[in-house]
């Protein structure tokens, strides 16, 4: 078992927690009014993004891969966007929220927590 969680990875975990939450309900709605495999694809898409939260709670090594390459996926394609142009704003927010993520999924107090 880990030793005390830091708060850092305790907000990474709450953020996909909510996020997995929000594909989940939105999968619901969209299977409801006649949505195909898309809403069926977010769905799983939710489900799998809550099981890592909670492995990333429980201080999963596993987790925090799978996270990191979400997050490293996440900046790669906002850089992509920012130069073709798509949504300046949106894809900078996106790629600094990115950027957080792994500092504190990576820093050395989470490094410690998900190796013990």
Same mark, same amino acid.
């Given at each position: 078992?880990?030793?005390?969680?830091?708060?850092?990875?305790? $907000? @990474?975990?709450?953020?996909?927690?909510? $996020?997995?939450?929000?594909?989940?309900?939105?999968? /619901? /709605?969209?299977?409801?009014?006649? !949505? !195909?495999?898309?809403?069926?694809?977010?769905?799983?898409?939710?489900? &799998?993004?809550?099981?890592?939260?909670?492995? &990333?709670? =429980?201080?999963?090594?596993?987790? =925090?891969?799978?996270?990191?390459?979400?997050?490293?996926?996440?900046?790669?394609?906002?850089?992509?966007? /920012?130069?073709?142009?798509?949504?300046?704003?949106?894809? @900078?927010?996106?790629? /600094? &929220?990115?950027?957080?993520?792994?500092?504190?999924?990576?820093?050395? =107090?989470?490094?410690?927590?998900?190796?013990?």
């Amino acid at each position: 078992m880990a030793g005390e969680r830091p708060v850092g990875v305790t $907000i @990474v975990a709450v953020i996909a927690w909510i $996020i997995g939450a929000i594909q989940i309900v939105g999968a /619901i /709605i969209g299977l409801f009014n006649g !949505g !195909g495999i898309d809403a069926w694809a977010v769905l799983i898409v939710g489900i &799998l993004t809550i099981a890592v939260s909670l492995g &990333l709670f =429980r201080g999963s090594n596993v987790a =925090r891969i799978i996270m990191a390459i979400v997050f490293t996926l996440n900046l790669v394609v906002a850089v992509w966007a /920012i130069v073709i142009g798509v949504n300046f704003w949106d894809q @900078v927010v996106a790629a /600094i &929220l990115a950027i957080i993520g792994l500092v504190f999924l990576f820093s050395k =107090r989470a490094s410690a927590f998900f190796t013990q």
